[in-house]
């Protein structure tokens, strides 16, 4: 059974960073991608960044808003996601949820697993 627990959500200044975490269990990361969607009330689910770990290394992409600033990354041995995140903006704030799938980890509509989620606030 695959579970997905994150942490590390908080209130920030902008400008600041903050790193998410997200424990895995019941899955490897060779065998499933692993991504970040966040979440603001009233708006659809949205994509942030996706990771693929392969034997040889992993492929990540992220969406525009968030290039350059959040850097996705995984521990194999720590069976654990993060979602690196520096120069937040207050357009940031939402509920951050991470996710997985054995095939498409770039939609909320094929994403099987899902986290919790941790709320992310970020403020002026």
């Known amino acids: 059974q695959v579970q997905l627990v994150e942490s590390g959500g908080g209130s920030v200044q902008a400008g600041g960073s903050l790193r998410l975490s997200c424990a895995t269990s019941g899955l490897f990361f060779s065998s499933y991608c692993m991504a970040w969607f966040r979440q603001t009330p009233g708006k659809e689910r949205e994509w942030v960044s996706t990771i693929e770990v392969s034997l040889i290394g992993s492929t990540a992409t992220s969406a525009d808003s968030v290039n350059g600033r959040f850097t996705i990354s995984a521990d194999s041995a720590k069976n654990t996601l993060y979602l690196a995140m520096s120069s937040l903006t207050p357009e940031d704030t939402a509920m951050y949820y991470c996710?997985?799938?054995?095939?498409?980890?770039?939609?909320?509509?094929?994403?099987?697993?899902w986290g919790q989620g941790t709320q992310v606030t970020v403020s002026s």
């Open positions: 996710a997985a799938d054995r095939w498409s980890c770039n939609s909320v509509s094929y994403v099987k697993y």
